[in-house]
Each structure stands twice: as structure tokens, then as C-alpha cells.
């Protein structure tokens, strides 16, 4: 069977899927968990093959981290799926209910966009992630992971599908497609799928979004800042920067550039070095941060092949690598952020709650902090359950996409034989009454 025979036979047994009730599709959940603690060794079987390959594929050390599917990777899976059973559901919430003249109400209710395909990068857990929220919200989904841990990806996706068909999900709710070539079958199917979200490369977004008619959200890049103001608190600004680099670099939350205003570089900077250096960061930046460095003792350098000019800071490195830079004001440290970041996260360290106002206001990303990691981008600690990936785009949802990201909605009017005759002819009047 085709792609596209696939994907059609999906869009009809969308229907059903969206109208399974939360009972159901919990229960589906609770199936899918365990079963991937049942399989649970040979699902990490699966994952040391696709390792192997990949180590002599000569995978970076960063992508080799987010490849790694283990003990902790799938209790956090299991625990983002026992998460999601508990969230409401998103399915059937009125969030409009108004009377517009006597015995004609109209009701606004959410409901599953219904078809959905997701490509995503060589990540197990991402697989999990997607699969959960599409049952919960009631999507079919489409899954194209990557290559590299094709093994992994197989065993996590047939056993999920057959936890979730013996609880009662349509046939159609669940399809994997493998080969890099179905990707551009699966842009074509613009009558069957009804949105298309990617994961990855900013080159792969941009073929996606220009080979397919299908409405595309999801994000590319994710370069997220840390700026450092002039009034901050050490004790809070280098712990923060250093989770925010090092606790995950493969993560696309994790921060790429560190702005500091100029009046605190001289004394924030080479300590913030030192730190780095210790946890194995190589430091980039412009020839100015450069200076202040070589001027301070017993810190980490920037090397002369790494000074940077101002205009080369578009960088997502996903390593151990930190560009740096000096601003003279929060608007600057704003302008930068609007100029080079990806529109994904970033975070100000300052004492000052009108700079924090002024930051919040002019950074034009999904995420804006304030004294705390970029790391926390993330629907799983946004109490989502989960995510199916980061949008930076604005439109229908924006940052961390959790299950009301995965649900439109439809207008209901209920009325007794009124015809809009009568009120354009003004024997009938509209009175527009909002009802609890």
C-alpha cells in the first residue's frame, strides 16, 4: 500500500478517532505505557543496534546523546504519558456559549484537527511524546522519525500501536512511515493530512514548507540567549547560565549566546568563564569580550581563531560552544535577540523589575524569561504531559505544543426554523446574550 492509500485510510477513520470518548482514549494510554515497560529490554536492544551504527557512522557526540534510549529516557516517557491521562480533556470545551436572539445559541467547541503529520529528528522519546498527545487529543498521526535510530523508532511504534488498537483506537489512528523518499509522498496528501509539523534542520523546515500545501508550524533553529544586565545576582546568574548551556547542549532549549551589558562584564565575565571552562565550554565571542578576558587573571580565554564578527551569531551549535557578546542596554540586548535568535527562548538575569518589563516586552520569541534557564522551555515541565515539538511561528499556537496546540474548534448553533430572511426583512432582531 502506497503512502497516500495510507494516509486516505486514515482520514476516514478520522471521524471515529476524534469522536472516542476521554474514557477510551485514556485507557489507550494506559495501555501504550505498559506495554513499553513490558518491552522495555527490547526496546533498549533496539537502541544499542541503532547506537552502534551510528557510532560508526561517526555521529557527533551531541546527536549520539539525544539518540541514547535508556532506563531514564522511558520513565520520563511513561511518566509523560501518566501525565496526560490526568489532564483534562481537551476535546469538547465550549469556549464560546451565546444566545443570539431567543432560541438561537451558538456554542464554539473544541474539537481534534484530525489528521496529523509529524516529522521529527532522530530522537526516541520524541516518538513516544507525539504518539501520547495525538491519542489524547484525539489526531490521527502520521510518524517519520529519523534514520539513525530506525531500530528503536520500529519497536517503540509497534508496540505502542498494538497497545492502543486492543483498547479500542480506530486502525487508522497510528502510521509510520520509514524511507526518506515517503516524505515527499507524504507532502503531497494535502486532501488527507491536515497539518504537518517538522522537527529539525532550518534547511529541512524550509523544504518542507515549500514542497507541500498542507499548513505547516513547528520551529527550526533554536538559538535562545541568556543576557546578563547590569544588576544581577552572581549567585543566581551563573548557575542559571551554566544549566542553561550545560545540563542538555543537544536540546534546542538549550542557550547559544551569552549577552552581557557592558557594566557588568569586567566583573561577570571572567567568572562566568572560569565556570564555563570547568564544565568543558569553548568560548567564542566578539573581539571586545575578548579584551576583557585576556585582561583578567586566572580565566578562560577566547582564542584568536574564535573572535567573532557582529554579524556571525545565527549559530545553533548544540555543543559544548558558547558565543559571547557585550551590549550597552537592554533595548540593545533586545534587538540582538529579534536580529539573530530563532524566535525560540531567552532569558534576562537582572534585579531590575523595569528592565525585566522593558525585556519581556520588546523580545519577540515563544519564551521570554526572567532569572531562570532556557532549559525550561519544555511541555512536559510546562504541565503539558508532554509536547509534540516547539512552534515559533504565531499563528494557532506558539511555543511548547501540548495537547491545546493538537485541537481547533468548531461553531455549533442550535436554533427552531429561524431564517436570517426574518432578520435581514427586521421582523426578527439579534440580541447577542452570552450564557454561562
Not at 480533556?89 to 474539537?111: A, I, K, M, N
Not at 481534534?112 to 532522530?122: D, K, L, M, Q, S
Not at 543576557?227 to 534546542?252: F, G, H, N, S, W
Amino acid at each position: 500500500m502506497t503512502v497516500r492509500e495510507s494516509v486516505w485510510n486514515m482520514k476516514q477513520d478520522a471521524p471515529a478517532m476524534a469522536g472516542l470518548s476521554v474514557g477510551v482514549r485514556n485507557a489507550a494510554l494506559r495501555a501504550a505505557a505498559e506495554a513499553l515497560s513490558a518491552h522495555r529490554e527490547e526496546i533498549f536492544a533496539a537502541n544499542r543496534a541503532d547506537l552502534a551504527r551510528a557510532e560508526q557512522d561517526g555521529v557527533s557526540a551531541p546527536v549520539m546523546k539525544r539518540l541514547r534510549f535508556d532506563e531514564h529516557k522511558l520513565s520520563d516517557a511513561i511518566a509523560g504519558i501518566e501525565g496526560l491521562i490526568a489532564l483534562p480533556d481537551p476535546v469538547g470545551v465550549c469556549t464560546l456559549h451565546r444566545e443570539l436572539d431567543e432560541g438561537l445559541v451558538l456554542r464554539r467547541v473544541t474539537c481534534p484537527i484530525g489528521v496529523i503529520g509529524i516529522i521529527f529528528e532522530a530522537r526516541p522519546d520524541a516518538l513516544i511524546q507525539i504518539s501520547a498527545l495525538c491519542v489524547k487529543s484525539g489526531n490521527c498521526a502520521v510518524l517519520k522519525g529519523g534514520r539513525e535510530t530506525a531500530s528503536t523508532n520500529r519497536i517503540l511504534f509497534d508496540t505502542i500501536r498494538e497497545a492502543v488498537l486492543g483498547a479500542g483506537l480506530p486502525a487508522g489512528c497510528l502510521l509510520q512511515v520509514s524511507a526518506h523518499s515517503e516524505i515527499d509522498e507524504l507532502l503531497a496528501c494535502d486532501d488527507c493530512v491536515d497539518l504537518l509539523i517538522p522537527r529539525g534542520s532550518n534547511a529541512f523546515v524550509r523544504y518542507i514548507m515549500e514542497h507541500t500545501r498542507i499548513p505547516v508550524m513547528g520551529h527550526s533553529d533554536g538559538i535562545c540567549h541568556t543576557y546578563v544586565d547590569e544588576t544581577y545576582d552572581q549567585a543566581v546568574a551563573i548557575p542559571v547560565l551554566l544549566d542553561a548551556k550545560t545540563q542538555y547542549t543537544a536540546a534546542c532549549n538549550a542557550t547559544e549566546t551569552l549577552l552581557v551589558h557592558r557594566a557588568a562584564a569586567p566583573t561577570f565575565l571572567p567568572e562566568a568563564a572560569q565556570a564555563l571552562a570547568q564544565h568543558g565550554v569553548r568560548l567564542r565571542g566578539t573581539a571586545e569580550a575578548a579584551a576583557i578576558l585576556e585582561a583578567a587573571a586566572d580565566t578562560a580565554r577566547i582564542l584568536p581563531e574564535d573572535t567573532m564578527g557582529d554579524g556571525d551569531f545565527r549559530r545553533e551549535y548544540l555543543d559544548m560552544i558558547l558565543s559571547v557578546k557585550l551590549v550597552g542596554s537592554v533595548e540593545e540586548a533586545a534587538a540582538h535577540i529579534n536580529r539573530f535568535g530563532s524566535h525560540h527562548t531567552d532569558c534576562i538575569i537582572t534585579d531590575n523589575d523595569e528592565h525585566a518589563d522593558t525585556f519581556f516586552r520588546l523580545v519577540d520569541s515563544a519564551g521570554v524569561y526572567r532569572n531562570c534557564s532556557t532549559r525550561f522551555a519544555d511541555g512536559f515541565r510546562y504541565g503539558f504531559g508532554a509536547e509534540v515539538g516547539i512552534s515559533t511561528g504565531k499563528l494557532h499556537a506558539r511555543g511548547p505544543v501540548g495537547l491545546e496546540g493538537l485541537v481547533t474548534y468548531k461553531y455549533l448553533l442550535e436554533g427552531h426554523g429561524q431564517t436570517v430572511g426574518d432578520y435581514a426583512a427586521g421582523t426578527r432582531q439579534f440580541h447577542f446574550k452570552d450564557l454561562p
